[in-house]
């Protein structure tokens, strides 16, 4: 006896609800005519994950409610088909004039017009860029439900994601009967992630007995992604099947029953590198935010230096080469081979590319202040001015034409605040906003032996990824004259900032005391530029952003 199972892999809108609705059913129509007679979707797929503080309005509730009800009235007449769709459902009400929350994270499964059941999420995380507590109430109950063709049907349990991470709604739906797991996920993607939900699957089938099947999200939302990477395992904790990743997919999953035993196959895409998931994760995340929020495309200020060129290469295989333009805006401190390679770089990747020169405008500032800064040496006010004035104009010119402005700055100048308010931080998306200065080098690298969008050529000049990186905002400026070494302010970054190591601990791991005393003090005092930053792709399992929630105002110094 055998059932398929489909997992669709979809990429999903956060409140379109008529739009989520349409490709649910388009994706069960398609498996059903594939012989699928259970099709798995993503957590809240109804709805987007995550729909955030729309979960306390009434009217978005109301709505989800309807769009599952136009989910299940239009597969009425699949025969036998189960779908299962996540979705919010409840509310809030009032018990002398204290508000009570009854809102679940939920799932329900639709069988031929009906609801046969519904399962409410157990396990509500509260951490990392996770807050489902302040919108959901927990659930308390399993659910076990039978799919396939009359007279051959297997015993599905469900779960959603955080659920099975912990062991007890495993093992008390393998005591109700469940033959099946069928996990439904929404976890935002971090390099390595999808090795570690598969190990931690792993180890829940070995620990209940009951094969597994994982129907996770992809798609960009704002600062997360989410990778796919579906995948089903055998009893044993074998690889069954996995979808690839970063794109929308159907993975079929055939089930085998002999007997008691089950026996699952599926396809299985092939293992990827990291560096090749964080490119993909960066690619999916411009090219869903760009197109969710209806930009037409997008501008960057092209320095000549390494940041910019690697956010010229992921724009362009996002969006193509007609959506990307690049301004080249050179200062009094710019040497001539920035505006070098960056023409070099543009005309490699065939994007519109022009030059804006900031002397006249920085000129002018400094006559206007002349009076005020009477007797006083030029320093980072300076400095500031003139990316200040880039800032602006890269601003205007999206204004004027409507594409948004990617930033450039990476997590270690971010950290440290090595960067400009309202100068080089002017803008709507930062792109490697999460990623270290080393891993900006190191990724730039992987692009330049890898293609594929099919290009022809390797993005990034050679030279803008071998020379000295610097500012160009005084004369003979390099990054390490006012930073420690980028290898060591980024282990530093690493330890304090992602793992929550201790100063004494980073000290004691061999790293000078000066070089952890002044990294960790520029963390602090700069929270407040970090707090102004444009949003940003998060690849890491701590960004800055809802990992990261210290006071502005904040006396405390280990």
């Known amino acids: 006896m055998t059932l398929k199972i489909c997992v669709a892999q979809l990429n999903l809108v956060v409140g379109d609800l008529a739009g989520n609705a349409q490709k649910i059913i388009l994706a069960a129509r398609n498996a059903y005519q594939e012989g699928a007679r259970l099709v798995l979707t993503p957590e809240l797929s109804i709805c987007g994950y995550a729909a ?11 709505a989800c409610d309807d769009a599952v009800n136009a989910v299940r009235l239009a597969l009425a007449d699949l025969k036998d088909l189960c779908v299962v769709v ?12 204290v508000a009570v929350q009854s809102r679940f994270n939920a799932a329900s499964v639709l069988c031929e017009g009906q609801v046969v059941a519904t399962y409410a999420k157990r396990e509500l995380p509260n951490y990392q860029v996770f807050d489902e507590r302040r919108y959901f109430t927990p659930g308390h109950c399993v659910c076990v439900f039978e799919a396939g063709k009359q007279g051959a049907r297997v015993k599905v349990g469900l779960l959603i994601c955080e659920d099975a991470w912990f062991e007890a709604p495993a093992q008390e739906t393998a005591q109700a009967g469940a033959e099946l797991l069928a996990v439904i996920n929404a976890s935002p ?36 992604v989410f990778e796919g990477h579906s995948f089903a395992l055998n009893a044993d904790g074998t690889l069954a099947g996995r ?34 998931d964080l490119w993909d994760a960066l690619v999916l995340g411009v090219r869903d935010y760009i197109n969710k929020n209806g930009f037409p495309g997008v501008l960057l200020g092209l320095s000549g230096g390494i940041d910019s060129a690697l956010v010229l290469a992921i724009a362009v295989d996002a969006l193509g080469k007609d959506r990307v333009r690049t301004v080249m805006m050179p200062s009094p401190y710019t040497a001539d081979i920035s ?8 005309a ?4 519109r590319y022009d030059e804006l020169s900031i002397v006249p ?26 990316a200040r004035v880039r800032g602006t104009l890269l601003m205007a010119l999206s204004n004027k034409f409507g594409s948004i402005v990617l930033t450039t700055g990476n997590k270690s100048e971010m950290a440290t605040g090595y960067c400009t308010l309202y100068g080089d931080m002017a803008g709507g998306f930062a792109v490697i906003k999460d990623l270290a200065k080393t891993t900006v080098f190191r990724l730039a690298r992987w692009r330049n032996a890898h293609d594929p969008y099919g290009t022809g050529q390797a993005p990034i000049p050679e030279r803008i990824i071998t020379r000295p990186p610097s500012a160009e905002l005084r004369p003979d400026q390099v990054d390490q004259d006012s930073l420690p070494p980028y290898e060591v302010l980024d282990a530093i970054l690493e330890r304090y900032m992602e793992n929550d190591e201790s100063i004494e601990q980073i000290i004691a791991a061999g790293f000078a005391p000066a070089d952890v005393e002044r990294v960790t003090w520029l963390i602090k005092i700069n929270e407040y530029k970090r707090r102004q930053s444009p949003v940003g792709i998060r690849v890491t399992h701590r960004s800055f952003g809802k990992d990261w929630r210290y006071p502005i105002t904040n006396k405390f110094r280990a």
């Not at 459902?89 to 002398?96: P, V, Y």
């Open 52 to 62: 955030e503080d729309l979960f306390l309005r009434a009217a978005f509730m109301a």
């Open 86 to 97: 996540g979705h919010p459902t409840g509310g809030d009400h009032r018990t002398r004039s």
């Open 189 to 224: 993607f971090h390099v390595g992630k999808g090795n570690e939900r598969e190990q931690m699957m792993r180890e829940r089938v070995l620990a209940c007995g009951l094969p597994l099947v994982y129907a996770h999200l992809v798609g960009g939302q704002d600062e997360v």
């Open 243 to 276: 979808a690839p990743s970063f794109i929308e997919n159907s993975l079929l999953v055939q089930v085998n029953k002999a007997l008691k035993a089950i026996f699952l196959v599926a396809p299985i895409a092939p293992d990827r590198s990291p560096d090749a």
């Open 339 to 346: 505006w070098i390679d960056a023409r070099d770089m543009a």
């Open 348 to 351: 490699r990747v065939g994007v």
């Open 361 to 386: 405008e920085f000129e002018a500032f400094k006559a206007t202040l002349a009076g005020e800064f009477k007797g006083l040496a030029e320093d980072t006010t300076e400095e500031n001015i003139q």
